[in-house]
């Protein structure tokens, strides 16, 4: 079976430029979500979906960031007018559900994501 | 505030050492899971500890949790090369309700052979 799915892997782009990062998550996964992990340090959680409903957006760092999900399924993480700051690794994981805690999270690999 | 602190920051030790990381926080989580994490790939669950006390074994590591649940420890015997990574731990708040973790803030870990 298919793991986590992040496309691209790599993204080389302008300071200014809009960026849309996609997710799609191990069948049958109802929850999704997104981090960002700067070189060599922890995953800092932007956003995490219940189905198609985004219950907690707590951690996107400004508006500039959003993020959608359709059909139970693919999300897309969107940044606006990208800042030299948003270079990073963007991860996505999937867990069967949202609840109860302590369930594993299955990773993509990430996006890189280099803002010139 | 980085609620999840891991210590140390980096190892860089020889092929057969033993290790110890540390996740310590001031607060209590209901459960507590650790990742590895290689170049260029997203992190890997290795284990989940729920029971304050609990002690895990996975080969040649052991994962203990704190009997408060607030702190971890992950033991490694015998480093081999193949252990080399950036190790973390994540925990999810005690009396949550759903699968939000909060992620430490790394150890990377390099095994010189």
């Known amino acids: 079976g298919a793991g986590v799915s992040q496309s691209p892997s790599n993204k080389v782009t302008e300071k200014g430029k809009d960026v849309e990062l996609r997710c799609d998550p191990i069948?049958?996964?109802?929850?999704l979500y997104w981090y960002r992990q700067r070189l060599g340090q922890g995953l800092e959680f932007l956003i995490y979906f219940q189905g198609n409903s985004a219950p907690d957006k707590s951690g996107l760092p400004s508006d500039r960031f959003s993020a959608e999900r359709t059909g139970e399924s693919v999300s897309t993480l969107t940044i606006q007018r990208t800042q030299q700051e948003d270079s990073a690794v963007y991860l996505c994981?999937?867990?069967?559900?949202?609840?109860?805690?302590?369930?594993?999270?299955?990773f993509g690999d990430g996006t890189r994501l280099s803002i010139l | 505030t980085q609620l999840l602190e891991q210590s140390p920051q980096f190892l860089s030790i020889q092929e057969g050492e033993n290790l110890t990381v540390y996740c310590n926080s001031s607060?209590?989580?209901?459960?507590l899971q650790w990742y590895r994490q290689e170049p260029g790939e997203g992190p890997v669950l290795l284990v989940t500890?729920?029971?304050?006390?609990e002690v895990k074994k996975l080969k040649r590591l052991t994962f203990q949790f704190g009997d408060a649940r607030k702190d971890s420890s992950l033991h490694i015997t015998a480093a081999q090369p193949g252990d080399t990574g950036l190790y973390l731990c994540?925990?999810?708040?005690?009396?949550?309700?759903?699968?939000?973790?909060?992620f430490g803030t790394g150890t990377l870990l390099a095994v010189q052979p």
């Open positions: 994540a925990g999810d708040r005690y009396g949550g309700a759903t699968n939000k973790l909060i």
């Open positions: 500890v729920v029971t304050g006390g």
């Open positions: 994981a999937s867990s069967l559900a949202w609840t109860p805690p302590g369930q594993p999270q299955h």
């Open positions: 069948s049958g996964h109802t929850a």
């Open positions: 607060s209590v989580f209901s459960s």
